[in-house]
């Protein structure tokens, strides 16, 4: 627990079309008192659907309750292999919508190099990296 | 100096300015193509909230001028046919013809802030270079089509639009002051700047 409530990863509903505003609620404080806060470039498949979700955490800069939960899944049996879950009606994955990310990002690795070091959201996963995509059975004739 | 890579570049856009011309019509001098209905529409709400701000400054201007100042601020600040219209036009126009919004934006286009006029005038290929120098819609354009058209963008002269090596060395004196001198280099800052989404669906 901070001065700014549960340590925490959210991601703000309402925000724009190409991006969408992450905040890191723990220590260690690496731009905002409270934490950290990154905008991440995204597919408006994803701002759109995100924009639907009822808010329901706050922000600890204004408090207003703007935001939905988000965490970094770490899968044990894949290193260095991380995705970010945010919470939320199905989109892709039962909990909500499972994003891949970018190895060379500088704005994801400040964010996965932030939940590490606090331990915020982080998620331990077993087996297989998760993916919506169908994959095609073979014929076997 | 060989002219290759411009030649290229207007042989393509002139196929786009027909592809475009096939669906419009012609008036007198004026080649006229339909907006896009969200263009139309933003235009519309844009002109409404001008016209009842005008409104309210006739009523009121008998009684104090409040409202007209008001009004006068916002004719001046926010003319009908805004930035934020142009976009929409070449995001629209990008997707219905699937040409990139850099081709467009080659291709001197008029749009009327008339509401019985709701079409887009397609003119002329705009200049490729200005004061032997590239013009930043050819840079652009360029370098979105360089593998598509096979272009050498070395033969490309200078863009009009560029960093000198002393407006670098001003940004990092300035980024050393603001953040010490662990700030990063200016070119080497923006030059690593990755494009595309940093999260995807998985």
Redesign the interface.
């Given at each position: 627990m901070t001065e700014y409530g549960t340590a925490r990863l959210q991601v703000r509903t309402q925000f724009d079309t190409n991006r969408?505003h992450v905040q890191g609620v723990g220590e260690p404080t690496v731009n905002r008192k409270y934490g950290i806060a990154i905008e991440?470039?995204?597919?408006p498949?994803?701002t759109e659907w995100l924009s639907e979700q009822e808010p329901t955490l706050p922000s600890p800069a204004s408090n207003s309750t703007l935001y939905i939960p988000m965490s970094v899944v770490s899968y044990i049996e894949h290193e260095g292999v991380v995705?970010?879950l945010i919470e939320g009606a199905e989109?892709?994955?039962p909990k909500g919508?499972?994003?891949?990310?970018?190895d060379?990002?500088?704005?994801?690795g400040t964010l996965i190099a932030f939940v590490k070091e606090s331990k915020t959201a982080l998620t331990l996963q077993d087996g297989d990296?998760?993916?919506?995509e169908v994959e095609e059975e073979e014929d076997s004739e | 100096m060989s002219n290759t890579v411009y030649d290229s570049m207007y042989d393509k856009l002139n196929e786009l300015r027909i592809t475009l011309s096939a669906d419009a019509k012609v008036e007198g001098e004026h080649t006229l193509l339909k907006l896009p209905q969200l263009v139309i529409d933003y235009l519309d709400t844009r002109r409404s909230a001008l016209s009842n701000a005008a409104c309210r400054a006739q009523d009121s201007a008998a009684l104090h001028l409040t409202w007209m100042q008001y009004h006068a601020n916002m004719a001046n600040q926010s003319p009908v046919v805004d930035s934020v219209a142009w976009e929409l036009l070449y995001n629209e126009l990008s997707t219905s013809y699937d040409i990139t919004v850099s081709a467009l934006h080659c291709i001197r286009l008029g749009l009327s802030d008339d509401p019985a006029r709701p079409y887009i005038r397609i003119g002329e290929l705009k200049d490729s270079i200005n004061d032997m120098k590239t013009t930043p819609e050819f840079i652009a354009y360029a370098n979105d089509m360089a593998e598509d058209l096979e272009l050498d963008l070395t033969e490309l002269l200078p863009p009009v639009i560029a960093l000198e090596m002393d407006d670098v060395a001003g940004m990092n004196e300035l980024a050393k002051q603001l953040f010490g001198s662990e700030a990063p280099d200016f070119l080497e800052a923006i030059l690593s700047v990755p494009a595309g989404n940093d999260v995807t669906l998985a």
């Open positions: 969408i991440l470039r995204a597919p498949s994803v995705q970010i989109l892709n994955h919508a499972m994003l891949d990310i970018k060379d990002s500088v704005a994801i990296v998760y993916s919506s | -």
